[in-house]
């Protein structure tokens, strides 16, 4: 199993090291530098850095240009512990208490230079889109970048938009699968070769845990919830799955 999107770190109260194989998913500088330390110590950790469109650092002293070139610094310096860009994005929800609430247009302008940043160091994007899918398939299609939506609810009817960009793009699926119905015909119409599972840690837990905080070892839920819509063995899928994300963060070099 490969969990393919998860936060470890100290903000969240997250402090066990997980033992599958974890994407560690960045929302902010401070993350991604700290998700670089990680992967530096633990094999099976693999650090992407990136920052979400409603954060920013602490001290919240930088600009979005000085913020990028952070980034680029830190991809450039440490490339063999980094699998991806991100998590970036759209998110035109209203910003959580503590947290950055960007006008879109400083969120867009932060977004592209993260897809820059993908594409000069050939890194796939973990992309953040709530309630600004349609937003954010527009950008991307006038780029050349790949990825995967983490945490996809863009429904049936986005998938083939998606399918039909100018690279190869896939489909996270959290715990949410566990408990949101709708959730089981979005799975059932997304290729099987272009799904990837995720826990989101130490958010969207899934049953039976739901309610306590969640932890990469949880996405064998996500498998096995998985395996009962495609009416396959949790073997079978598990094989599908985890080969997909190899190709996504091309692990198979590690």
């Keep these: 199993m490969i969990d393919t999107h998860a ?8 402090k066990d090291i997980p033992e599958i194989k974890t994407i560690l998913a ?10 670089i330390k990680l992967a530096k110590i633990h094999k099976n950790l693999f650090a992407s850095v990136g920052i979400h469109p409603q954060q920013t650092d602490p001290e919240n002293k ?8 952070r980034l ?6 440490n490339k063999k512990f980094i699998v991806a860009v991100g998590e970036c994005g759209l998110d035109y929800s209203p910003a959580p208490v503590g947290e950055s609430d960007r006008s879109k247009k400083e969120q867009e302008r932060l977004f592209r230079g ?3 940043l993908s594409e000069k160091y050939k890194l796939p994007l973990i992309v953040h889109a709530r309630g600004a899918v349609d937003e954010v398939i527009e950008i991307l299609s006038t780029y050349k970048a790949f990825g995967v939506f983490h945490c996809y609810t863009g429904g049936k009817k986005r998938i083939k ?5 100018k690279k190869k793009w896939y489909f996270g699926i959290d715990g949410n699968l566990t408990y949101e119905e709708g959730l089981t015909e979005v799975v059932k119409n997304i290729p099987k070769d272009r799904l990837v599972l995720e826990t989101d840690s130490p958010f969207l837990t899934p049953v039976p845990f739901r309610g306590e905080e969640n932890k990469p070892e949880y996405v064998e839920y996500v498998y096995k919830k998985v395996a009962e819509v495609w009416q396959m063995s949790k073997a079978k899928v598990e094989k599908i799955i985890d ?8 692990l198979n070099k590690f």
Excluded at 7 to 14: E, K, M, Q, T
């Design 7 to 14: 936060h470890i770190n100290d903000r969240f109260g997250v």
């Design 26 to 35: 960045a929302s902010n500088v401070e993350e991604s530098e700290n998700n």
């Design 62 to 69: 930088q600009s979005i240009d000085e913020q990028l070139n």
């Design 72 to 77: 680029d610094k830190l991809i450039e310096d």
């Design 114 to 116: 993260q897809i820059c």
């Design 161 to 165: 938009k998606i399918l039909d960009l």
């Design 243 to 250: 080969e997909n994300a190899k190709k996504l963060f091309d």
